[in-house]
């Protein structure tokens, strides 16, 4: 079974700084999706980024970059010029994939980020 | 368009009840997966339709169920409500089965009292 962990339950950053959030996960699959969710309060989950992992290079959508180390299974999302709306839960999640399908995802407990002006 | 869309955004039941909760998935979308988020257990995954069939489930009693409709909209039940159902209810939807794309809608939060 896959397992994800976030081990920081909780961070706060100044605006404008920049903040790592760290994911580990676990698993014996080599093909699967690597996720960071974004759950403000608004309690809607938002996908912020995803990454393959075949693929090598870092997945990055504008503010927000990842940081995937494949052998050491570690999966970390930094955030750029930290902004008062990104304070929120953020997930990290893996999901297996197979030809025609795939898995649920498997979430990791959470880290609540606040961005302080 | 339209996003996913959960109704009722809240609701509170007494214990032994039973309660129906609604997804509309944006249109086109024809995968619904429900999970249920609670402060103790996280995020876990319930089940998953594709064109009206279960899909893939998740490690729950038979007390939770769900259909899928041919406009894809889901329904999932839970009976004989018990105290540790309550929990914040979220669909998820995607083009098809398999889409690694997944849009949450805002959940349905469930208090059983």
């Known amino acids: 079974a896959q397992t994800v962990t976030q081990s920081q339950p909780e961070m706060s950053v100044q605006e404008a700084e920049t903040v790592t959030l760290s994911c580990t996960y676990d698993t014996s699959e080599n093909n699967y999706y690597l996720f960071w969710y974004k759950q403000p309060p608004s309690r809607q989950m938002i996908l912020v980024i995803r990454q393959e992992a075949y693929k090598q290079q870092n997945a990055t959508e504008n503010r927000f970059s990842v940081n995937f180390q494949k052998a050491a299974k570690s999966f970390s999302l930094k955030i750029s010029d930290s902004q008062l709306g990104d304070t929120a839960m953020y997930f990290c999640a893996f999901m297996r994939t197979f030809q025609g399908g795939s898995e649920k995802l498997v979430f990791g407990k959470g880290m609540k980020l606040t961005v302080n002006p | 368009k339209a996003g996913v869309t959960q109704t009722p955004r809240y609701l509170i039941k007494t214990r032994g009840q039973q309660v129906t909760l609604s997804c509309s998935p944006i249109?086109?979308?024809?995968?619904v997966s429900w999970y249920q988020q609670t402060p103790g257990q996280g995020l876990q995954f319930l089940f998953e339709?594709?064109?009206?069939?279960?899909?893939n489930k998740g490690n729950f009693p038979g007390r939770f169920s769900g259909r899928q409709f041919s406009n894809s909209r889901s329904e999932m039940n839970v009976s004989t409500l018990e105290l540790g159902d309550s929990a914040l209810y979220l669909c998820?939807?995607?083009?098809?089965?398999?889409?690694?794309?997944?849009?949450f809608g805002q959940g349905t939060r469930l208090t059983v009292v």
């Open positions: 249109s086109g979308h024809r995968s």
């Open positions: 998820a939807s995607s083009l098809y089965t398999g889409n690694t794309e997944a849009f």
């Open positions: 339709y594709f064109s009206e069939t279960q899909r």
